[in-house]
């Protein structure tokens, strides 16, 4: 690694006849601070005056002793060795002309990539960085350092594009003859049961739809989540960009959230304008509405476990109640999902139940293996449907926007995938996620400062979908609760009679 900088060090006043004391300083600083320890650790710098008041600085520094950090360094000396001598201070204002860093990268670049603040120049594995016209204050919020990691992060990536995601099987159930080969979707609409929302991928959904959405929920909490002992919070829906910056997803989904924007003020006054305007046009004037509305700072849910670990934020949980358990099974995530949409199993709007665990090691795999053996006893026993699990790249590092990571010991996320027989042949048809369970280790923990007494803390989540387990259920069972098995039934004895159109 090379450190090549070039700044500008102006004075506060000339430098004309202090010019040997300031040669000398700057030559004790090089001989003692930069030119001293083992060959990694040293550093050089070079200095000529430009006019009376500004001192070009040349510092060319190893990986260990970066060059930029010298500045305010440089500037403290100055002026407790010259500038209160001398009464000429030192650095005010310093600016770097030109900042050219030099580093090895693991693997070679295949292409060239570009970031902020900076040319980025890529040949094999040597890339370099050139920075122009920067500011001290850039240089202390510690850019630099996110800045290569992030050129190592998107070489690192070009080696996974286009790459299938990793998918390693754990258990498949036995084949199970599905009553049908409908989209489900599209029957339930033919029959008045759901209706497509009034804005892109929500559903509105009748009474038939909700009794089954509602049968599911029962029976995640009274078959999995109650035996278990979890207890039930409520989140707030809105979720603020803090939170989103600390979990990683602001950086990895900004495309796919439902951004929240408050009103600048409930002044009726200032909303006079608008009101008039639609009240003659009967219409929305959005250049109106933009001068009221402030520019967003939080979004809709995404999942509901970022704002419980928030919760958590700071405190230390008493070992008394570790494992901590508990769920959300009233925010509704947003998606915007795009391309992606279908029917109501790949939705912009969806309602699920999330539990969440935080303990030692030891109490999350117990609870690992507990929750397994619940979700196994509920889609074999009460939904009898064909499924299987697969360990996949956690859902953590793909909501953190990162790739090719996979299973590390203990922590990673285990999907649910449902046979979808109106997709094709198991075989060759793209199985339904409907369900998943993570160990996340001490990421979230860390990342909100969560302590117990005593014990290490690890934290995980599972993410129960209930569209998700009514699309697998329906697209394996049909939608006659006649052919349904009996012990889902127990769940839905009836469905409900609904409104009849005309
Ligand atoms: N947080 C997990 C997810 O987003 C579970 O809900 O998939
Ligand atoms: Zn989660």
Redesign the pocket.
């Known amino acids: 690694m090379k450190f090549d900088l070039k700044a500008d060090f102006p004075l506060s006043g000339s430098a004309v006849s202090i010019k040997k004391e300031i040669d000398e300083f700057f030559s004790d600083y090089d001989k003692n601070v930069l030119n001293r320890g083992p060959s990694q650790k040293r550093a050089k710098i070079t200095w000529s005056l430009c006019g009376e008041d500004l001192y070009k600085l040349h510092i060319v520094s190893g990986s260990n002793n970066r060059a930029h950090n010298h500045l305010p360094r440089i500037k403290k000396a100055w002026n407790i060795k010259i500038g209160k001598k001398y009464h000429v201070s030192g650095g005010k204002g310093t600016k770097i002309e030109k900042y050219k860093i030099e580093f090895e990268l693991e693997k070679e670049s295949l292409k060239e990539i570009t970031i902020p603040f900076a040319e980025v120049k890529l040949k094999g594995k040597q890339a370099t960085i050139i920075l122009k016209d920067v500011t001290e204050e850039f240089l202390r919020r510690n850019y630099i350092d996110r800045m290569i990691n992030l050129v190592r992060e998107k070489v690192e990536n070009q080696y996974y594009e286009g790459k299938g995601e990793f998918w390693k099987p754990i258990w498949q159930s036995p084949e199970k003859k599905p009553m049908w080969s409908k989209d489900p979707t599209e029957e339930m609409i033919k029959l008045g049961w759901i209706k497509q929302g009034p804005t892109k991928g929500k559903w509105f959904y009748r009474p038939q739809a909700v009794a089954i959405l509602k049968a599911m929920e029962e029976i995640a909490i009274k078959e999995v989540l109650k035996p278990l002992g979890f207890q039930e919070i409520i989140a707030s829906h809105v979720v603020p960009f803090d939170i989103w910056l600390k979990t990683g997803h602001l950086e990895g989904m900004p495309g796919e959230f439902y951004y929240v924007a408050e009103p600048v003020t409930r002044d009726v006054e200032k909303w006079q304008r608008f009101i008039d305007l639609m009240k003659i046009t009967k219409d929305v004037s959005f250049d109106e509405l933009n001068k009221n509305l402030s520019t967003p700072q939080a979004g809709i849910c995404y999942?509901?476990?970022p704002v419980i670990y928030w919760s958590f934020k700071g405190k230390t949980i008493a070992e008394k109640s570790l494992p901590v358990l508990v769920y959300d099974n009233t925010a509704n995530s947003c998606r915007y999902e795009s391309g992606g949409r279908h029917g109501i199993e790949r939705v912009d709007e969806f309602h699920r139940i999330?539990p969440?665990y935080i303990g030692t090691r030891e109490q999350l795999l117990d609870i690992r293996g507990k929750l397994l053996e619940r979700y196994q006893h509920v889609f074999n026993d009460i939904l009898d449907i064909e499924w299987r699990m697969a360990w996949v790249t956690p859902?953590y590092m793909k909501q953190a926007g990162k790739i090719g990571d996979t299973i590390k010991q203990d922590t990673g996320t285990i999907d649910f995938e449902a046979y979808m027989p109106y997709r094709g042949s198991r075989r060759d048809s793209e199985w339904l996620e409907f369900q998943n369970l993570?160990i996340l280790g001490d990421k979230y923990i860390k990342a909100f400062n969560i302590k117990a007494q005593k014990s290490e803390l690890w934290s995980g989540?599972?993410?129960i979908g209930l569209e998700r387990w009514a699309s697998a259920f329906l697209a394996q069972k049909g939608l006659d609760p006649n052919k349904w098995p009996p012990r889902f039934k127990k769940h839905l004895k009836e469905l409900p009679e609904g409104i009849e159109f005309l």
């Open positions: 999942a509901q476990c999330e969440i859902w993570s989540c599972s993410g």
